[in-house]
């Protein structure tokens, strides 16, 4: 299973390099959303205030998470889907998509960061629970958004049911999130966030182990 995890999410990697279009269209999204926000919110003043800046970089990290995730299923035609049902059991194929869009999440996260930090300021005095909160937060976002691409995959309206069925869940990760994020803003003891990166890693896991249970069950439809 490790084998077929591994191969798979090089394969992901190597498609994503290879069709370029994908990534540059979503670092685009994430620079120009910045940008914007720079111009409209006063930041060019110096009067966006820190709750600000941590709601808007994780509204924008989220949107950015939901562009990248969402075409896992929805890209694979009928075709590559048999193949794979054929060559991999269905608990590596979802362990590997929900690596590979961890990892892309978290890239495009630090890249908001930097780009942050460049244009609108680097408010954060802890930045190890910050990073730490980056993975946590790029780790939740991937597995709901993987598992509720898959359920959305076979059905018409994609776009409309992976909006419905992700909300619940996106909700208490985005909220924990913020709260460890500004406690890292405010140069908080670790102390203080230790509850909400248990919940936060406690969601990631049930999330995590739903999806790995319950996606043979829809991979064989």
Known sequence: MLNQI????????TLEWRQKYALNGILLYVVSAVFITYLSVGAKQGNIGIPTWNALYWIIILFSAVNAV???????????QLYY????SPEAIIVSKIVYNAVLTLVLALLGYLVFSVILGNPVQDQG???LNLVLGSLGFSACLTMVSGIA???SNNATLMAI???PVIIPI???TIRVSKNAIDGLDWSVSVDKIVTLLAINAIISA?????FPYLWRS
């Open 174 to 176: 985005l909220l924990m």
């Open 153 to 155: 995959s076979k059905a």
């Open 85 to 88: 049902y054929m060559i991999a």
């Open 70 to 80: 969402a075409k896992s299923f929805v890209q694979e035609h009928q075709g590559r």
């Open 6 to 13: 591994r191969t798979l999410v090089l394969k992901e990697l």
């Open 129 to 131: 629970l910050f990073i």
């Open 165 to 167: 069925l992700s909300f």
């Open 210 to 214: 739903t999806a790995y249970i319950l």
